[in-house]
């Protein structure tokens, strides 16, 4: 029996969800949990042409690590994303993306700077002096 998500250290659950986004067929099982809702085992593999016991296998990881839920209305177990096992990858990821977005602001800035200096130095109209070999003798 898979154990209770909610149950277990953070550490744990931490490392469980970034091991099972890892694989690029549980993202596109994520994806599309995301983006239909409910499915069961079936129409996943109608949907990803991955065989029956794999994503079986594949969404046992995601229940276990707290990714995907599941409910059972009469004899269909229906899958779904569960976000707020996505939480704790977002957690970790908030400082790595505010560090590359301020680089990435301030990069933006310099660019800015110097597309101005530069048109200052060639002008309104963007027209540069030739270039090349001064010949003043």
Excluded: C
């Excluded at 990881?61 to 599941?70: P, Q």
Aim: charged share 30%; glycine share 6%.
């Amino acid at each position: 029996m898979i154990e209770d998500p909610s149950e277990m250290p953070l550490e744990q659950l931490e490392a469980m969800a970034f091991a099972a986004v890892a694989e690029p067929n549980r993202r596109l099982v994520l994806d599309l949990l995301l983006d239909a809702g409910e499915h069961t085992v079936g129409e996943l593999v109608d949907r990803t042409g991955l065989s029956q016991p794999l994503m079986s296998k594949h969404l046992r990881t995601l229940l276990a690590a707290g990714l995907a839920d599941v409910r059972t209305v009469g004899r269909e177990r229906r899958y779904r994303l569960r976000p707020d096992g996505l939480a704790e990858i977002s957690h970790w990821l908030d400082p790595h993306v505010r560090f590359w977005q301020a680089h990435i602001d301030a990069l933006e800035q310099h660019l800015a700077a110097t597309a101005t200096a530069t048109d200052a130095e060639t002008g309104a109209d963007g027209d540069r002096p030739p270039e090349g070999p001064r010949h003043d003798r």
